[in-house]
């Protein structure tokens, strides 16, 4: 098993960046792909985006390629989401997902996550 936990939300104008973290405990991460789900109020969880276990490939939700990029260091058991040119549209809870087993862009498909870390966009 794996026990993830988020970090680096906060409140950013529009325009901003923030890089959120989902550092990893009990099994190596290695072991995993991961990925970044969110979640506004009154809506379903969706994908953001998703890396595969070396790195070596990742995938993007339409709405955020281009603006966001995940990256992990396996060496420190983290996974990165950098979000650049943020707009209000991306407010919400940000979560790490984790599944043994190739990268995938479907929330069911996650076996392990996070609590979550709130993101608000100011307009």
């Known amino acids: 098993q794996v026990q993830l ?5 906060g409140l950013v104008q529009a325009g901003g960046s923030l890089r959120l973290s989902c550092a990893a405990s009990g099994r ?3 072991w995993y792909a991961m990925a970044w ?3 506004a ?11 595969s ?4 490939s990742t995938v993007y939700a339409d709405s955020v390629k281009g603006r966001f990029t995940i990256s992990r260091d396996n060496a420190k058991n983290t996974v990165y ?3 650049n ?3 209000p549209e991306d407010t919400a809870v940000y979560y790490c997902a984790a599944r043994p ?9 996650y076996d392990y996550w996070g609590q979550g870390t709130q993101v608000t966009v100011s307009s």
């Open 81 to 83: 989401l950098q979000m």
């Open 28 to 30: 190596a991460v290695n």
């Open 41 to 51: 109020p009154g809506l379903e969880r969706e994908f953001v985006a998703a890396i």
């Open 85 to 87: 040119n943020l707009k």
């Open 5 to 9: 936990v988020e970090s680096g939300g």
């Open 53 to 56: 276990r070396t790195g070596g």
């Open 37 to 39: 789900f969110r979640q």
């Open 101 to 109: 087993a190739a990268m995938n862009t479907g929330r069911t498909t």
